[in-house]
């Protein structure tokens, strides 16, 4: 019984030894904004191009069918255990002639409120309401008829101090992203199928300070890489299968060795983590990991998707994502759906993990989309009529 025990022990002292996940600030800019991402496993960066481009990949804008669109999405956050966290976010694009768009997005993330102090009714009782912004411009350009780059530029807004009694200040940056994606049509059998892939590099930018806190964090850098392939079956019906990798693009937080000394620990985390500049920190992130190329390998999330659509007008998805067991451990299927009209879309999205790791477990997602040209075209022959 003993042997038996100790052999618990030492299995249980391994696992905490190799859970290590990567830790950054403004966490809200991880979370999918869309409920039809969100239904295929959170994926995005090579599906077919729609309003919610601007966060999964921008260069998609000009492939849009639409001339101009405009989404709003509402997620709630840690639904099972509060009531007022969320991410609330707005996007549109409107497309430059028939080669490039300007797109824009604002997502704000509430925590509700928090009440901080020791209930006494002293000057350091308070009830707080901290929040995430992040405000995003982007343009994108068609560089032949099948391949496609594009930019954002995004402004970051934290207001999660550690000291809300002093002057202190929120956090602020500045990041961009680069993206890239390629559709291309082939034939199999008497089916002309399409094969897209993309590419987007996000949040390269500053690093963030947060008030009351002399050393700065990073913001979620990420790679996202994607492939999907759409097959017709017939005039009406057709499926797309997809799939995402994503790599944070930061320094694995160092850990302390067995016998390292405090002060020599913290001494090494203020020079392999928080001396790091962004830069430097992208490229440190592929060969930093403490426990060599294997766990260089785990730090790679993996997203699987596919959708089902009748008539360009209804669509069922479905999805999974995997993450590691020791840099997260989020394991969840999704299920949803989507109904498309000439003016708007409506997308829902419910989540059910695999693994008690995440927020947004039996939480159900909405998403609804305005076509512009459909919206004018509505209206124009409503005006004609009288």
Request: proline share 3%.
């Amino acid at each position: 019984m003993a042997v038996l025990l100790s052999i618990t022990a030492v299995k249980a002292q391994d696992a905490k030894n190799v859970f290590n996940p990567e830790q950054y600030g403004v966490t809200s800019l991880a979370i999918a904004p869309d409920a039809r991402a969100g239904a295929m496993g959170d994926i995005g960066a090579a599906t077919e191009a729609d309003i919610y481009a601007q966060y999964w990949n921008p260069a998609k804008y000009p492939f849009n069918v639409a001339r101009a669109g405009v989404g709003i999405s509402y997620t709630p956050w840690l639904r099972k255990i509060v009531s007022d966290i969320n991410l609330a976010n707005i996007t549109g694009f409107y497309r430059i002639g028939d080669y490039s768009a300007v797109s824009a997005s604002l997502r704000y993330f509430s925590l509700g409120e928090v009440y901080i102090g020791d209930y006494s009714g002293g000057i350091g009782d308070m009830t707080i309401k901290p929040y995430e912004m992040a405000i995003d411009v982007g343009y994108s350009r068609m560089l032949s008829q099948t391949f496609s780059m594009g930019v954002n530029l995004r402004f970051i807004f934290s207001d999660i101090k550690y000291d809300y009694t002093s002057e202190s200040s929120a956090g602020k940056a500045f990041a961009a992203d680069i993206a890239m994606y390629r559709l291309g049509y082939f034939m199999m059998g008497n089916r002309e199928c399409s094969l897209g892939w993309g590419i987007n590099i996000s949040n390269i930018g500053s690093k963030i300070s947060f008030g009351g806190s002399d050393d700065s964090e990073f913001i979620p850098t990420n790679l996202r890489l994607g492939l999907n392939l759409t097959v017709p079956i017939n005039e009406y019906n057709k499926f797309s299968f997809s799939v995402d990798a994503n790599k944070l693009l930061i320094p694995t937080y160092p850990k302390q060795q067995e016998g390292e000394a405090e002060n020599d620990y913290l001494d090494r985390v203020q020079k392999d983590y928080y001396d790091v500049s962004p830069i430097v920190g992208i490229f440190k992130s592929f060969g930093d990991a403490p426990g060599g190329f294997k766990e260089e390998m785990q730090e790679i999330r993996w997203s699987f998707g596919a959708e089902y659509t009748y008539n360009d007008r209804f669509m069922l998805r479905a999805g999974y994502h995997h993450e590691s067991e020791n840099k997260g451990n989020r394991k969840y299927f999704t299920v949803g759906a989507g109904f498309h009209m000439s003016v708007f879309t409506i997308d829902a999205a419910y989540c059910f993990s695999t693994a008690q790791t995440n927020p947004l477990d039996q939480t159900m997602r909405f998403s609804l989309g305005f076509d512009l040209d459909g919206m004018r075209d509505l209206f124009g022959k409503a005006r004609r009529r009288r």
